[in-house]
């Protein structure tokens, strides 16, 4: 029975629109959810209050809030969306996930470093991220999802760690820009795998492709 309640809570959460949904704790400026069971937190936007994020964010691996420790293991939907005067980011190893429209239209974001560990790239996670020239992708990331760094367009340098890009969901415009001119862009992949990032469909956002 305290199963069933949980999970009717959570279906009902799904239904909420979003900005009815508030942190649940904020440390250090950063707000913060935990999942339905507090396993872990998710950094998230400043809900009810309407805040921005400013300048330099550090987010801890872990975080405690009454006297509970959680690992941060992911930044939630919207959580850092139309941050315009976010400058910079430090994302802890812990994340593996950068869910929907995370960082959307953050347009003085700098410069990111995405964790080792990260697995998905969702949905317009950076789409409209003007100011950043370069971007590292983990050899762990499994999921590039659709817009998910489309209209960067200072975006000149992408770094691909991923072995074998034909294992990766990737999305649909992933990496476009309107004016549709990759010509000064260029795709550094692991030495023998060019012609993989080819067949994967890769090619089409980048003016070259180089090994490493």
Request: aromatic content about 12%; charged content about 15%.
């Amino acid at each position: 029975m305290k199963h069933l309640m949980k999970t009717s809570l959570l279906l009902l959460a799904f239904c909420l629109p979003l900005s009815a949904i508030a942190y649940d704790f904020k440390v250090d400026g950063v707000c913060y959810m935990t999942d339905l069971w507090g396993d872990y937190a998710m950094v998230c936007d400043q809900g009810e209050d309407g805040g921005h994020y400013s300048g330099n964010v550090t987010i801890p691996a872990t975080v405690t809030n009454e006297d509970t420790t959680y690992p941060v293991t992911r930044i939630n939907a919207y959580a850092f969306s139309n941050c315009a005067e976010l400058t910079g980011v430090t994302i802890p190893g812990s994340v593996t996930e950068i869910n929907d429209h995370s960082f959307e239209n953050c347009t003085g974001l700098l410069a990111v470093e995405l964790p080792e560990k990260l697995i998905v790239i969702d949905a317009a996670a950076f789409e409209g991220c003007t100011a950043f020239t370069r971007i590292d992708i983990p050899a762990s990331v499994a999921k590039i999802g659709i817009w998910a760094f489309q209209n960067c367009t200072n975006l000149t340098d992408v770094y691909s760690h991923i072995a074998d890009p034909s294992q990766v969901d990737f999305g649909f415009n992933s990496f476009a820009l309107e004016d549709e001119n990759y010509s000064p862009r260029t795709l550094h992949v692991p030495a023998g795998t060019i012609g993989a990032y080819k067949e994967a469909g890769w090619d089409s956002y980048f003016g070259k492709i180089v090994e490493m």
